[in-house]
């Protein structure tokens, strides 16, 4: 098999479909825009949401020993100082003296030549950055009233072990899992919604006995990958990349990340880290709260080890936008000549909608019909609902949006109280009997 090939011009292609078709707009645009800040629009948010609803499901629903929390964003000093990210979670930073350009030092291609201006020795000493947002609660700015945005939600599930190990009747093996916005004030953020000061992250802090930490790391690492992989991440453009000593972060013994074949080369998207006892250690140490377990059988009092599988929601959603995103040459439909189609071949549980209703044409007499059958699909499925421009048009624009079945309503529909449903990735059409319709299209939604 030949090595998959980065595709450098994906990436404006996906860009462009993002803001053609309302999945990303760039922040506060009619200003100008704001510093790689992205707002998502009305699909995007459809999309975010379903990839972080897909992570819920198989972290929480799906299993018995996992809960769920939804910790605060504005966190006070001590927790940072506890956790090690006020002294450690900074990057090095140099500036150019030639051009003024800022550069992280760890991510130059040759820490000797500008990238921007090609200046050579031009750097200035790295200066290391704390990349913590900080800012003031209550009227008056200063020593006391700092608090920080918290740069990672994990924290929020330590600071909460023993609330919720007193609450929810689990015992080691367990996990406590957080969706949230964490912020970083990145030195150079880029590609897009990839790197971001403000983005939105997907962690589980899995709580286990320390003689099974790297059992349960493995475990982990193999879960995550086929996560990926139930919804549709080419095996090919998915890879495991275990960190070297020197790339570890300031609380991890082991890191593997699960990496993407980006346009601009391989990536991550998430990182497994066995945080081993670091952080209940240090909360406790700073507290003066036990946060430990009490083994009754085996008699026995421990602090839990820590496998953490941390994802961003964001990047996560963009990767599998840039996998769904395809352009093949079809026959237009009805007609005799081809074009160039652009689909996303999103999974069902990931595409912003599941049905498109189309009425074949504006006139009243096929609004109502229309109408019953998305009123008979909304309460099951995210369906959009669209009448305007020729049908075949309406088809591209729902490939575009990666639904997955198009609905129309024609006239011969009033006779024979059947649609067409158009599937998606086959073009191919089905005549459905209204009454059939949920049973017809629910299995193929919610495989
Ligand atoms: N609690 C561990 C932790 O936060 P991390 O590797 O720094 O680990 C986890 O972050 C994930 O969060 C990353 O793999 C990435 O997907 C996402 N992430 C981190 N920084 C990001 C940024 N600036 N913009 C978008 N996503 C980011």
Redesign the pocket.
Known sequence: MPEPQADPALFDKVVNLCKRRGFVFPSAEIYGGFRSTYDYGPVGVLLLRNVKDAWWRSMVQLRHDVVGLDAAILSPPAIWEASGHLANFTDPLVDCKKCHERFRLDKLADPEVCPNCGSEHSFTEARQFNLMFKTYAGPVEGKGAEVYLR?????GMFVNFKNVLETSRKRPPFGIAQIGK?F?N?IT?GNF???????????LEYFVPPADGPRWYEYWCRERMQWYLDLGMPADRLRLRAHDADEL?H?SVG?S??EYLFPWGWD????I?N?TDYDLRQHAERSGERLEYFDQAAGERYIPHVI?P???????AMAFLMAAYAEEEVAREGQGQGETRTVLRLHPRLAPYKVAVLPLSKKPELQAPANEVLAQLQPHFMCDYDETQAIGRRYRRQDELGTPYCVTVDFDSLDDHAVTVRDRDSMAQDRVPIKDLLDHLGPRLTA
């Open positions: 740069p990672e939600t994990a924290q964490s970083r990145e953020p919604v990839f790197r971001t000061r403000e983005f939105e992250q997907m962690e972060s609380y890191t990340d699960v991550e998207l998430e990182g880290a945080r953490e941390a994802a961003g929601a964001t990047r996560t």
